[in-house]
């Protein structure tokens, strides 16, 4: 399985993502969103080309209406699926896990930094995709790719 990993998107409307980010898109399986889209828009365009999971995130706007954290089952793994920018913990990646800790997850994919961030903490892999239209204080934009295949995962960035 080939997942889109996508978070702190930031489009207003009218914008959309980078081309090379649509390139990746066309070869998806599964597009996971770590909030912060700011509107829905962008998840129905999503849709139309792979299934969609997200969740939303602090700057989303009225209309986003999704959960503040999922678990998605992708072959035998369970990946937990949050925005990061509340809970307990100091750091984003600190939060992300706190927020699972009771479950049993494999992964977690988590945004609110805009850093992409992948380490594996007692078995489990934390990933930030980072952003494909707001890096901040990072380098490159970015955004993650992740292959699931009989219950094991490579994930990456793509930074550009």
């Not at 914008?15 to 998806?28: G, R, Y």
């Not at 999704?66 to 990061?84: N, R």
Request: hydrophobic share 40%; proline share 4%; charged share 25%.
């Amino acid at each position: 399985m080939h997942i889109v990993v996508l978070s702190d998107t930031h489009l207003r409307e009218g914008k959309s993502l980078p081309k090379i980010v649509w390139d990746h898109l066309e070869k998806a399986d599964l597009i996971l969103h770590a909030g912060d889209l700011t509107h829905m828009s962008l998840i129905n365009e999503l849709a139309c080309i792979a299934p969609v999971r997200g969740v939303s995130g602090n700057c989303d706007g009225w209309d986003v209406r999704l959960p503040d954290q999922d678990i998605v089952e992708c072959e035998s793994l369970k990946i937990g699926l949050i925005h990061g920018s509340s809970g307990k913990g100091k750091t984003t990646p600190e939060r992300a896990y706190y927020a699972f800790l009771e479950s049993e997850v494999d992964i977690i994919v988590f945004g609110h930094s805009h850093s992409p961030f992948m380490e594996w903490r007692n078995g489990i892999l934390l990933f930030n995709p980072g952003s494909p239209t707001d890096k901040r204080r990072e380098q490159n934009f970015s955004f993650g790719l992740m292959d699931i295949e009989h219950g094991q995962v490579k994930a990456k960035h793509v930074c550009f």
